[in-house]
């Protein structure tokens, strides 16, 4: 056997492993089989063989390509959380006091009211939606309008604009702990029934809910002040 060609000389030991275990004459079927040594060692010139290995070489050192993420750490930051139900308020009670803190509440016995008393409510929205800031935190909002309207459905007034919160919630807080609560007396209105509406909408991604709260007057005064709901996160 001719001795390999230096450009050649790290293929000699492969070579004669594959020859040794080949029989002195090969059977039927195995051309398949001795095809992949005979391209490699046989069916070139030593140049052409150097040629071929120095390809694969090349080949096997080029970096692999990587399937791009689906969301970048940038366009993730910047994407809107959609939220995990629809928009709407799971609480809606009249209360005897302004809450100090999430689900601080004491429900009101009734909802008739003497004139000069001050309607409070008490409001927990679910549904909010939610935009990813740095370091984990997060943003919401919600604004807030008023109306009252009789039982048939006429506003008889109202504030539009009642409330506007920017909610900014640490990384171990939770958006189903954000509360609303307000504070409204209407003394210009005449004895009677009436429904006080809050109107809420989703700052980040729009849908507006009503949540409307039955209430009677059973004295009048002149004179009618009221006070815009304070949005807060839990602790």
């Keep these: 056997m001719v001795p390999p060609r230096a450009e050649m000389a790290s293929y000699e030991d492969p070579l004669k492993a594959v020859l040794k275990d080949m029989p002195g004459c090969p059977p039927p079927g195995s051309e398949v089989w001795m095809a992949e040594p005979m391209n490699l060692f046989i069916d ?3 140049e052409d063989f150097a040629a071929a290995r120095d390809k694969a070489q090349q080949a096997a050192a080029a970096p692999r390509a990587k399937a791009a993420s689906t969301s970048p750490p940038v366009a993730a930051a910047a994407a809107e959380t959609k939220p995990l139900q629809p928009y709407g308020v799971r609480t809606a009670l009249f209360v005897t006091r302004a809450a ?3 689900g601080d509440m004491e ?3 009734s909802n008739v009211f003497q004139e000069s008393e001050v309607l409070f409510s008490y409001l927990e929205p679910v549904g ?3 935009k990813p800031l740095a370091g984990g935190r997060r943003q919401a909002g919600v604004t807030v309008d008023m109306e009252v309207r009789t039982l048939s459905g006429e506003v008889l007034g109202g504030k539009k604009g009642m409330s506007d919160n ?3 919630l640490d990384a171990d807080q939770s958006i189903d ?3 609303l609560d307000s504070d409204v007396t209407l003394g210009h209105l005449r004895p009677g029934s009436y429904t006080l509406v809050y109107l809420l909408k989703d700052k980040l991604n729009g849908p507006t809910v009503e949540v409307p709260q ?3 007057l059973v004295s009048t005064k002149i004179g ?3 006070t815009a709901p304070a949005s807060r996160s839990a602790p």
Excluded: H, L, M, V
Aim: aromatic residues 24%; glycine residues 4%; proline residues 8%.
């Design 44 to 46: 070139k010139w030593p």
């Design 100 to 102: 100090r803190y999430f």
């Design 107 to 109: 429900a009101r016995p």
């Design 128 to 130: 909010q939606s939610e």
């Design 166 to 168: 920017d909610i900014t």
């Design 177 to 179: 702990a954000f509360y």
């Design 214 to 216: 039955g209430f009677s």
């Design 224 to 226: 009618a002040t009221s």
